[in-house]
């Protein structure tokens, strides 16, 4: 079955750039859209921006100015770049798949990944 | 603050019902966008519990049941066990951008 990995470095300092890479494994990274997703510690759910496996991508407009969301269709795995990262970037980033419409639900998720923002 | 209104908490007795309310507007579930509930156990990953407003993937339990109605939508849990409780999460849409509810963590008494 389809499984995601995210990774990428967990510790940053203020005003770094995160850049996290989730793996698609089991399955095709085509047709699909991919989204990235965070949760501040004890916090809710933040979507963070989507992308399409052919390059169209959708953002959180409170991020978007920050953030870059790409596909490699040829590694099978999709990029997450936010820039000038503050504590508050400080979350679990999580990975997920929607189905073939972009109003699918998320039906996988990696485990997620821890990311610090300290200095 | 969310653009997507649950109750902080909810809580119940084994064997009994509860329910979530997932409250929107007119930009978001009022504008006919789907509703979508995740379940999310301490430490772990959302997992899809409904998607499409009222529809279970396989392997979900019978037991739950989501509705939608107007601006706001529901999740129904009836025969209430341990293992359910977790944090509950309402998701829709709004100017086609994704937008999550606050959550609402169940408490099984």
């Known amino acids: 079955q389809v499984q995601l990995q995210e990774s990428g470095p967990g510790l940053l300092k203020p005003s770094e750039t995160l850049s996290l890479t989730c793996t698609v494994s089991?399955?095709?990274?085509?047709?699909?859209?991919w989204s990235w997703i965070r949760q501040p510690p004890g916090k809710r759910l933040e979507w963070i921006g989507s992308i399409y496996y052919i390059g169209s991508t959708n953002y959180n407009p409170s991020l978007k100015s920050r953030v870059t969301i790409s596909v490699d269709t040829s590694k099978n795995q999709f990029s997450l770049k936010l820039i000038s990262v503050t504590a508050a970037d400080t979350a679990v980033y999580y990975c997920?798949?929607?189905?073939?419409?972009?109003?699918?639900?998320?039906?996988?998720w990696g485990q997620g990944t821890m990311v610090t923002v300290s200095s | 603050q969310s653009v997507l209104t649950q109750p902080p908490s909810v809580s119940g007795a084994p064997g009994q019902r509860v329910t979530i309310s997932c409250t929107g507007s007119?930009?978001?579930?009022?504008?006919?966008?789907?509703v979508h509930w995740y379940q999310q156990l301490p430490g772990t990953a959302p997992k899809v519990l409904i998607h499409g407003n009222s529809n279970r993937p396989s392997g979900v339990p019978d037991r739950f049941s989501g509705s939608k109605s107007g601006t706001s939508a529901s999740l129904a849990i009836t025969g209430l066990q341990a293992e359910d409780e977790a944090d509950y999460y309402c998701?829709?849409?709004?100017?086609?951008?994704?937008?999550f509810g606050g959550g609402t963590k169940l408490t099984v008494l």
């Open positions: 998701q829709s849409y709004d100017s086609s951008h994704v937008v």
């Open positions: 089991g399955g095709s990274i085509s047709r699909y859209y």
């Open positions: 007119s930009s978001n579930i009022g504008a006919g966008y789907d």
């Open positions: 997920a798949r929607s189905g073939l419409n972009a109003f699918d639900a998320f039906d996988i």
